[in-house]
Nanobody, 125 residues
């Protein structure tokens, strides 16, 4: 399976973007998905996850501003990012769970087996 992330760009503080991640196989609907991000000089961190059944969970710093969703018919997971601030500047990566039909919340990178190439979000102040 391959994941293709898109939707990043340059935005002013307070702005919004919609990130997309398209999968290449119909088994997509059986897997949990997540978004991670990596800022310059920092470790990659978990941002948001969505189970195969649609349950969502977030890191505290983005709760109320970011929304993860999925459209199985389109083999796509989205990340709506609102009220952006310069600290959100990062390369955003989508990832697919290693296990099918898991309902456990997964925030570690090693729990995900397939990664997209990343899309850059730059927030200017």
């Amino acid at each position: 399976v391959q994941l293709q992330a898109s939707g990043g760009g340059l935005v002013q503080a307070g702005g919004s973007l919609r990130l997309s991640c398209a999968a290449s196989e119909r088994t997509f609907s059986s897997y949990g998905m997540a978004w991670f991000r990596q800022s310059p000089g920092k470790e990659r961190e978990f941002v948001a996850g969505i189970s195969w059944s649609g349950a969502t969970y977030y890191v505290d710093s983005v709760k109320g501003r970011f929304t993860i969703s999925r459209e199985n018919a389109a083999l796509t997971v989205y990340l709506q990012v609102n009220n952006l601030n310069p600290e959100d500047t990062a390369v955003y990566y989508c990832a697919q769970d290693r296990s099918v039909f898991s309902t456990r919340r997964k925030t570690r990178q090693d729990e995900y087996g397939v990664w997209g190439q990343g899309t850059l979000v730059t927030v200017s102040s």
